[in-house]
């Protein structure tokens, strides 16, 4: 049995002639021997007025209360459509997260999904030509509903091909597959035809919106292919897969960004064993994700401390940094707001040199200041003022050719 997962976002089912639209992609595959298993978000806006309802009811919201609410948007999404599917003679039925079930943990606004009942979902497809899913959601081990998160309807896609083994995996949405770089910003963006998991994967986790980075994790853990397309066009997209030669070939892949960042300092730190732990330790307690890090040398057994962090979360680091401030021996916490990373990213680092000397040398070109660097295998990242942003990401853009089309390989 052939089957394919199609996972539609918000802006793709808005309205009965953008659902119109969604029903055409599934008779095609339909049309072409397959069983669909269609994965949708809520309509465009609905989330967001859910989540203003709740705020006027209550002044703090309960989580696990809030998912109720919050997966309403999903079910109202594949009821209509199964209707629609239904009308036009189509075997079809809607499928909540917790009657397949999808289980996930009791991280109720931000769950993990940790398994989806394969055989009962296969069974479905005996009676039914396509399924309907309510992305975004699922249930804890007390059949208590839950939410995956912003971006979750991805997950939710990635996870059932995953546990279908499906054939392909696609992912429409309102642009036509994933980009050099934000097209908004730099209109010489190109859009790739193939890219790495672990590409995509650093994009995601810079702030590009196209895949939610775990619908990546989950992609790349199961060997899921994945193929970013646009609800409003049918041109060919982004396939994202296992890296291949031909990947290795670019210098550099793309330029992506992050204007959610905050900058920390903590002036005069102890400069001994330990310290480190002591500082960070609480922040991850608290679900405060720390991205770059750097420490100045030691000058008379002390030191500074810099990190960034997302800036909705800048005030709870401070709260957690005073009561430990002088356990560390820290002088002063100094803060930051306005400043954004931008990373140059590409599987083709690992074989070419000169990657950092033509970043560097490009920005040093414009006067943009570099405040911290972090770097991986494939990936270099750059902490900037972040008046800079844009400016940084069409040179970035420009300097690595990625305005020109990539030579053809044999």
């Known amino acids: ?84 599917l239904k009308d036009a003679g189509i075997k079809a039925r809607s499928l909540l997260g917790y009657q397949i079930p999808i289980r996930t943990d009791k991280e109720f606004g931000r769950a993990r999904i940790l398994d989806i009942d394969e055989d ?29 998160g912003r971006g979750g309807s991805d997950t939710s896609a990635v996870a059932l091909a995953a546990a279908l083994k499906a054939d392909l995996c696609e992912i429409y949405t309102d642009v036509d597959g994933v980009y050099t770089t934000d097209p908004n910003i730099c209109p010489s963006a190109r859009r790739i035809e193939r890219i790495a998991y672990e590409e995509m994967l650093e994009m995601a986790s810079m702030g590009a919106k196209v895949l939610q980075i775990r619908s990546v994790e989950f992609a790349k853990k199961y060997n899921v292919p994945v193929y970013v397309r646009s609800t409003f066009t049918d041109g060919p997209g982004t396939l994202v897969t296992q ?34 732990a002591k500082i960070f330790e609480p922040i991850a ?41 002088g356990e560390i021996g820290a002088k002063e916490v100094l803060t930051d707001r306005n400043v954004s990373k931008v990373s140059v990213i590409g599987v083709g680092m690992r074989n070419h040199s000169g990657v950092a000397a033509i970043a560097f040398s490009a920005l040093k070109n414009e006067n943009i200041n570099i405040l911290i660097i972090s770097t991986s295998e494939i990936k270099i990242s750059c902490l900037i003022e972040e008046k800079y942003t844009e400016l940084a990401v069409r040179t970035l853009h420009e300097a690595f050719g990625l305005d020109k089309e990539p030579e053809k390989t044999c």
């Open 1 to 84: 049995m052939k089957i394919i997962v199609q996972k539609f976002g918000g802006t793709s089912v808005a309205n009965l002639e953008c659902m119109q639209r969604v029903k055409e992609k599934v008779l095609r595959a339909l049309n072409q021997g397959s069983k669909v298993a269609v994965v949708l978000s809520a309509m465009a806006g609905e989330t967001n007025r859910l989540i203003e309802l709740a705020k006027t009811w209550s002044s703090r919201p309960d989580p696990a209360e809030m998912d109720v609410l919050m997966a309403t948007g999903e079910q109202t999404s594949v009821a209509l459509f199964s209707m629609l």
């Open 285 to 325: 307690a608290a679900g405060i994700v720390v991205d770059m890090i750097v420490q100045n040398p030691s000058r008379e057994g002390r030191t500074d401390m810099t990190f960034t962090v997302p800036k909705g979360d800048i005030d709870k680091t401070v709260e957690i940094i005073s009561k430990i401030k």
């Open 243 to 276: 890296e291949d030669e031909s990947m290795e070939a670019a210098m550099v892949s793309g330029i992506a960004y992050d204007k959610d960042q905050a900058r920390v300092t903590l002036v005069d730190v102890y400069d001994e064993p330990g310290i480190a």
């Open 120 to 148: 009962r979902l296969r069974s479905y497809f005996k009676n039914y030509d396509v399924l309907v899913v309510a992305g975004f959601q699922g249930c804890d081990c007390e059949g208590r509903i839950t939410t995956l």
